[in-house]
């Protein structure tokens, strides 16, 4: 196995992108326990060295143990998300508890963070440049709150907190893939009446790849939101909603809700067993935000004023509601269709009319196009063997100089989880020569049928740039070493740049170029345009309730005591804030995998919007000056935020782009909402 194992063997592909031609499932498992082996060795290696403790031979030599685990580790974890199947699935399984005890092993060995230790304690001392003194610090934070500094079996019982939550965490992922993967309606084509023809198509689409007649409706967020957009059928709509916030609590094996509840009273007794009240409290210590007051008042800052504008929305749409012959309340099921309706009367904007002109490949261009202008980047399609066929991959370059591999991977299919993030199959160092990224970015549209080209909504298109930006952060790193390169910052500003680049869609003269038409190839007519731009905060509060009560619920799950029934709490927390009937959350606890698929947001869903108070102050930045693309502006933004990761403060980072922090007043105005 070993001969004919890729992972053992030099990659001799452009750019050494993985050979995922060469790659099967069975080669991950004999590769990581030589991973395995390989890191402890190195850790092991760096804890017992002889010589006094010094920056080379223990942070730089940390930074270098795990070259052959970020390897295999870096082409796993992607396909585990994107490309899944059974296989891959159980290996995942067994391999979450394997990771938890590793990185427990090497965070609590006692001679490896007295080494750190001492080196943090005569820092000052050390001749550090800035960049190394910022990772110096970040390492020896990592430890403390790994449990370096518990003892006996208080140190012993974290380690168990964290392979448990491993598990869990890995099990609530694998649950809400199985519940989307298995889930669908199949419809006839009388059911789709009243559709447009996007939207049948994507339908019959679905029902193909799943080797099925006619049509069906998924809970791909692609298929599931144009449905309840524009079904008539009120009936279908009903079900479909249901099926689609019911994800992770239907029973069975697939059911999250106790998973929820054991993972809250673990980072609760995580938390305490670290010094901290609450699991909040120890979340949010290392964030811009600091601590759970802040977060909230900011929620709550924003929360009001959005309520009382979906509470006058629901009223409207209710009266167009009851102007259907339909009596009663307005329901959730409701909310998008006579939303819809109420758009194309108030700004006469029809998305089957609008949808042509928003092309994925146009849109590609376009965000490929701003960051040309912005940061001087150049895209080229790769030949290389990808790991699906609907993967696509371009060398970046800036001038001459190679930047990054970036791989689009933009199709919604049963082996993906939903949603859209950016990853990377390698990240971004300078410590043993100029290693460039090689990064992915992974969304879920609907896929047109053979010979069409797939169209986007507006907001498809602004989840393209929003998750473009994120791959700029990354592939524009310029730091020394890979624990603070690219996204490797915090919570609360690492969506600073993708946020901050949804701005450019907008942008008119990028719209005037990209927003062609599938069909004609004309471009999108100026009065269409203008109504367009006018309408971009339309429903606006309905959009802000439905993320702000999702963070308010999951700020309440971390700040109190863990809840026995965290669906009682949810509960409990949405009618103390006074969640409009008609608007649920955005993401229903039993399918939060912000906050339950591991560790990333939890209690830091908040992330979101506290970023946006800084992008719309930001992109004022680029307003003030007249020009969307001012080269001194975009300068200032490549410097201190987008080529810098984690190598100062954000804070720090912030002013030094834009002079101060902003004030969430920018968010509201952004929104509408002021």
Same mark, same amino acid.
């Given at each position: ?35 395995? #082996? ?42 585990? $998300? ?6 891959? &699935? ?47 610090? +970040? ?74 007649? $006619? ?23 009903? *079900? ?8 992770? &609590? ?39 935000? #600091?601590?759970?007051?802040? *977060? ?90 990808? @790991? ?11 001038? !001459? ?40 970015? *992974? ?15 507006? !907001? ?17 790193? !310029?730091?020394? @070493? ?13 969506? +600073? ?16 170029? @990209? ?29 802000? *309730? ?61 992330? @979101? ?38 190598? #100062? ?26």
């Amino acid at each position: 196995m070993t001969a004919s194992n890729p992972f053992f063997s030099e990659w001799n592909t452009p750019f050494e992108i993985p050979p995922f031609d060469l790659i099967e499932d069975a080669h991950f498992l004999p590769a990581f326990d030589e991973a395995f #082996k390989q890191s402890r060795a190195a850790v092991n290696a760096v804890a017992d060295e002889g010589a006094v403790p010094s920056f080379a031979n223990t942070i730089e030599a940390l930074e270098s143990a795990d070259h052959f685990m970020d390897r295999v580790a870096g082409v796993f974890m992607n396909l585990v $998300g994107s490309n899944s199947n059974e296989d891959l &699935e159980a290996l995942q399984r067994d391999l979450a508890p394997k990771w938890a005890a590793f990185n427990s092993e090497t965070m609590m060995n006692e001679k490896l963070f007295a080494r750190i230790d001492t080196l943090f304690t005569s820092r000052k001392d050390l001749d550090l440049t800035d960049e190394q003194l910022r990772v110096l610090e +970040l390492y020896h934070r990592m430890f403390v709150r790994a449990g370096a500094n518990l003892q006996g079996k208080d140190r012993a019982r974290l380690a168990a907190i964290m392979q448990r939550l491993a598990e869990l965490g890995t099990a609530f992922t694998q649950n809400l893939l199985a519940d989307e993967r298995n889930w669908f309606m199949a419809l006839t084509q009388d059911d789709l009446s009243g559709c447009p023809d996007f939207l049948v198509s994507a339908a019959q689409e679905a029902a193909s790849e799943r080797d099925l007649d $006619g049509y069906v409706i998924t809970l791909s967020r692609s298929l599931i939101v144009p449905f309840l957009q524009f079904s008539p059928r009120r009936d279908l709509r009903e *079900v479909a909603f249901k099926a689609w916030v019911a994800r992770g &609590e239907n029973g069975g094996d697939t059911d999250n809700r106790g998973i929820i509840a054991e993972t809250l009273k673990l980072r609760e007794e995580r938390a305490q067993l670290l010094g901290y009240d609450t699991f909040s409290d120890f979340k949010l210590a290392p964030e811009m935000a #600091k601590t759970p007051e802040a *977060v909230r008042d900011l929620l709550m800052a924003v929360w009001e004023p959005a309520k009382a504008v979906a509470n006058a929305d629901a009223a409207i749409l209710t009266n167009l509601m009851h102007a259907d012959d339909i009596k009663g309340d307005l329901a959730p099921w409701d909310w998008r269709y006579y939303a819809e309706k109420r758009r194309k009367a108030e700004h006469d904007l029809d998305e089957a009319a609008l949808k042509p002109y928003f092309q994925l490949d146009q849109m590609i261009e376009a965000a490929f196009d701003c960051a040309n202008k912005l940061f001087g980047l150049s895209f080229t399609p790769l030949d290389a063997p990808l @790991y699906h066929p609907d993967a696509r991959a371009w060398e970046v370059k800036k001038g !001459d100089r190679h930047m990054a591999v970036f791989i689009g991977d933009y199709f919604a299919r049963a082996s993906k989880r939903s949603g859209a993030w950016c990853s990377r199959f390698r990240a971004q160092s300078a410590l043993d020569g100029d290693t460039r990224p090689i990064t992915v970015n *992974v969304c879920n549209f609907a896929k047109a049928p053979e010979g069409q080209p797939c169209l986007l909504t507006f !907001d498809d298109a602004r989840t393209l740039f929003h998750e473009f930006g994120h791959a700029l952060h990354s592939m524009l790193s !310029d730091v020394t @070493y890979g624990f603070i390169s690219g996204t490797s910052v915090a919570r609360d500003f690492v969506e +600073l740049p993708s946020q901050l680049y949804e701005h450019w869609l907008s942008v008119p003269e990028v719209l005037e170029k @990209y927003a062609r038409h599938a069909e004609t190839g004309e471009i999108i007519p100026s009065d269409l345009l203008s109504r367009l731009l006018a309408a971009e905060n339309f429903d606006q509060g309905f959009s802000t *309730v439905e993320y702000t009560s999702s963070a308010l619920v999951d700020l309440a799950f971390h700040t109190s005591p863990a809840p026995a029934d965290p669906m009682q709490k949810q509960a409990e927390v949405l009618d103390e804030i006074g969640m409009p009937a008609a608007i649920t959350m955005r993401h229903a606890t039993p399918h939060f995998a912000h906050v339950f698929s591991g560790d990333g947001y939890s209690s830091g869903y908040y992330s @979101y919007m506290w970023s946006e108070v800084m992008d719309e102050d930001a992109f004022a930045a680029f307003r003030k000056t007249g020009d969307a693309f001012d080269p001194d502006t975009a300068k200032r933004l490549h410097d201190n935020i987008f080529a810098t990761g984690g190598s #100062k403060d954000p804070e720090d980072l912030y002013i030094s782009f834009r002079g101060a922090l902003p004030k969430v007043d920018a968010l509201l105005k952004g929104r509408g909402l002021d």
